[in-house]
């Protein structure tokens, strides 16, 4: 292994660079998944029409799930001189922030509901696409520029420091001008796209492909990339878990506003540090626990602590016990969702390597996108979930951009802690069971770890022939 070419190492100025464009796509994201779900139920009064809400998510699925596995493929073949990465995210950005704009500026109850559906079918199915096409193959490029889990997980973990930032951000900034009006509401908006565009195409200039990958690797066809993304089973397993894992990422963060406003009645800021906190300070922990039990047990363990707090949550919610019990499984939860967040990518990673010793070629963007394929309705049933037993519990929504209606039936109130604790509880527990299934540990991926770097040198060693001739 000496004459090996060794991967490459990063700094921490490096690792912040590559973080910068989780925060920008956090920033504008973490807005879009935690206001969406109230914009559409209570601010536009959508919950007197709920078919209005299942008709959008429906056609909002179709759309978008497909645009993931398209544009992985068409990322997979590029052989652009600039790389088949770099260009995507760069000459995207500025559509994604157009298009994030524009979804707050949709027309109000008395335009219609025909309006209001047009409106949020177009521009929340063209905000996806441009954030699918940014951050699949960002999620694609950083197990192509350095082969060490270590380095990866140093990459991961910065750019999860600033996601979370950005996430934070993206809850406190819409509840300060929410409260506000709806033109307040609308230019932060903007403010929030430009800068969010801006931290993106930032950090798509300081870093390089490696030609390796876009030269020497001759792409497999579409049928064949198909076939064999589906027959691993280390891909299927991990699939499974992280649409459980997505379920209660967008379901959580979309019912903050829910707590704050029908249960503790206060601000959102304190419910927000109860779950952030923790998972700031969780992630700098995560490759001590990784040397000890491995990425897939290490993500197992947070999964069941994850899914411990929330059902906690559901018992605390209980009107008969002080509100200040909520914060304790808050915590818990938070520190649970290290997990997913930081080491379900690294999972991908390691598929990707797996595959790459069989097919001999890289196809990173190609898992990302199917695997959005498979867990892009669990976005959607995030805001289905809630429109649905809000609806059956005959929930009252604000006045456009009022104040909340306090007086909610009983039913109404046990809705929201059923979509804040019992159900993504019950999923996450069931995310940490699936991944007893995934096949990548132990000496079993030590060794795959060795042959992974033989390869990627052999393809190094080609390149320079082929450049030389």
Not at 75 to 101: E, Q, V
Not at 213 to 240: M, W
Not at 323 to 351: H, K, R, S, W
Request: hydrophobic content about 55%; charged content about 15%; proline content about 5%.
């Amino acid at each position: 292994m000496e004459n090996i070419k060794q991967p490459a190492k990063f700094s921490t100025k490096q690792r912040v660079n590559w973080a910068m464009a989780s925060f920008g796509g956090q920033l504008i994201n973490g807005i879009y998944a935690a206001l969406l779900p109230i914009f559409y139920i209570d601010y536009l009064g959508l919950v007197k029409n709920a078919n209005v809400i299942y008709m959008i998510q429906i056609v909002y699925v179709l759309v978008n799930a497909f645009n993931d596995p398209i544009f992985g493929f068409l990322s997979d073949k590029s052989r652009a001189k600039k790389g088949r990465r770099i260009p995507f995210m760069r000459y995207t950005a500025p559509f994604l922030a157009l298009t994030f704009i524009l979804v707050w500026f949709s027309p109000g109850l008395g335009s219609g509901e025909v309006a209001i559906f047009w409106w949020m079918v177009i521009m929340t199915c063209l905000y996806d696409t441009a954030y699918t096409i940014i951050f699949l193959v960002y999620s694609a490029l950083l197990p192509e520029i350095t082969e060490s889990e270590e380095e990866r997980q140093g990459m991961k973990i910065m750019a999860t420091f600033f996601n979370l930032i950005g996430m934070m951000l993206g809850i406190i900034i819409p509840d300060i001008f929410r409260q506000q009006s709806s033109f307040m509401l609308q230019m932060s908006m903007i403010g929030v796209g430009i800068i969010g565009a801006a931290l993106i195409m930032y950090t798509t200039f300081k870093f390089k492909e490696r030609p390796e990958f876009t030269i020497v690797d001759e792409p497999l066809g579409l049928v064949d990339a198909i076939k064999a993304t589906f027959k691993r089973k280390s891909f299927l397993v991990l699939v499974s878990a992280n649409f459980m894992a997505i379920l209660i990422q967008s379901l959580i963060i979309g019912s903050l506003f829910y707590i704050a406003d029908y249960i503790t009645q206060s601000s959102s800021i304190l419910l927000l540090m109860a779950i952030f906190l923790p998972l700031i300070i969780g992630i700098w922990f995560v490759p001590k626990f990784t040397k000890k039990w491995g990425v897939a047990r290490t993500n197992q363990i947070l999964l069941l602590i994850g899914g411990f707090g929330l059902i906690l949550l559901f018992f605390f919610t209980d009107s008969s016990l002080p509100n200040e019990l909520i914060y304790i499984p808050l915590v818990i939860a938070g520190f649970g969702f290290v997990g997913p967040l930081v080491l379900n990518d690294i999972m991908f990673f390691q598929v990707t390597d797996e595959d790459e010793l069989e097919t001999g070629v890289r196809r990173e963007a190609a898992f990302f996108g199917i695997n959005a394929l498979i867990t892009k309705p669990a976005q959607s049933l995030a805001i289905v979930i809630p429109t649905a037993l809000l609806a059956m519990s005959g929930f009252i929504p604000r006045p456009e951009f009022g104040d909340p209606v306090l007086s909610q039936p009983v039913e109404a109130i046990l809705a929201i802690r059923l979509f804040i604790g019992l159900i993504p509880g019950i999923a996450l527990i069931l995310a940490s069971i699936i991944l007893q299934f995934y096949p990548l540990k132990g000496e079993h991926w030590a060794k795959m770890q060795e042959e992974i770097l033989i390869l990627h040198d052999e393809k190094h060693k080609k390149l320079q022939e082929m450049t030389r001739e």
